[in-house]
């Protein structure tokens, strides 16, 4: 089983901030088959990354994806309002699939 | 527009068995793999327990609920199932029901708004 490790858990920063949130994989996530979702408070799960750098529909390109392997980072160029909220990443190059534990952006 | 609706929620004791639907609309139903993700009380972490192909011929399941828990899907209905047995405390959680970008190697790319299932005597 692929454990992700999300870090950090909490990131406090303020509107027009960048945020850096890192997800890092237990063995290496072949084919970079590697997502990130965004989870606001009484909602479901959003897709904003796929394939590790891949925007999903709809998503503003202040969201961005980068790594390979072992390493993945999403960043958020300038934090809006309506981005401060849960992240997850999430491995689908083998069963069972994985999530990590998630990185809370907050309001500083 | 996408939409995945869950229903058969609800309350039960343990051991006690419930049946969740998902339907869906407003895409091909039968060029999807479609998936089950529950999510803890509190919004706790996110835990993926079952997939199942477009055709319905290849399942996968997680160790926690495998042999307890059942997934089908019908084509011809946009639906998909999830049966549970065996019920167990930790099973209490939201399900979400989850449409995959296409075949069963790839992200959950459009999600349910979740149904509430609670075990507890």
């Known amino acids: 089983e692929i454990v992700l490790t999300q870090s950090p858990g909490t990131l406090s920063l303020s509107p027009g901030e960048r945020a850096t949130l890192s997800c890092r994989a237990s063995q290496s996530v072949t084919s970079n088959y590697l997502a990130w979702y965004q989870q606001r408070p009484g909602q479901a799960p959003r897709l904003l990354i796929y394939g590790a750098s891949f925007r999903a529909t709809g998503i503003p390109d202040r969201f961005s994806g980068s790594g390979s392997g072992t390493d993945f980072t999403l960043t958020i160029s300038r934090l809006e309002p309506e981005d401060f909220a849960v992240f997850y990443c999430?491995?689908?190059?083998?069963?069972?699939?994985?999530f990590g534990g998630g990185t809370k952006v907050e309001i500083k | 527009e996408e939409s995945l609706v869950e229903s058969g929620g609800g309350s039960v004791q343990p051991g006690g068995s419930l049946r969740l639907s998902c339907a869906a609309s407003g895409f091909t139903f039968n060029k999807y793999a479609m998936a089950w993700v529950r999510q803890a009380p509190g919004e706790e972490g996110l835990e993926w327990i079952s997939?199942?192909?477009?055709?319905?011929?290849?399942?996968f399941y997680a160790d926690s609920v495998k042999g307890r828990f059942t997934i089908s899907r019908d084509n011809g209905e946009n639906s998909m199932d999830l049966q549970m047995s065996s019920l167990r405390d930790e099973d209490t959680a939201k399900y979400y029901c989850?449409?995959?970008?296409?075949?069963?190697?790839?992200?959950?790319?459009?999600w349910g708004q979740g149904i509430q299932v609670t075990v507890s005597s």
């Open positions: 997939t199942i192909s477009s055709g319905g011929s290849t399942i």
């Open positions: 999430q491995q689908y190059t083998s069963f069972p699939l994985t």
């Open positions: 989850v449409r995959h970008r296409s075949s069963w190697r790839t992200a959950f790319e459009y």
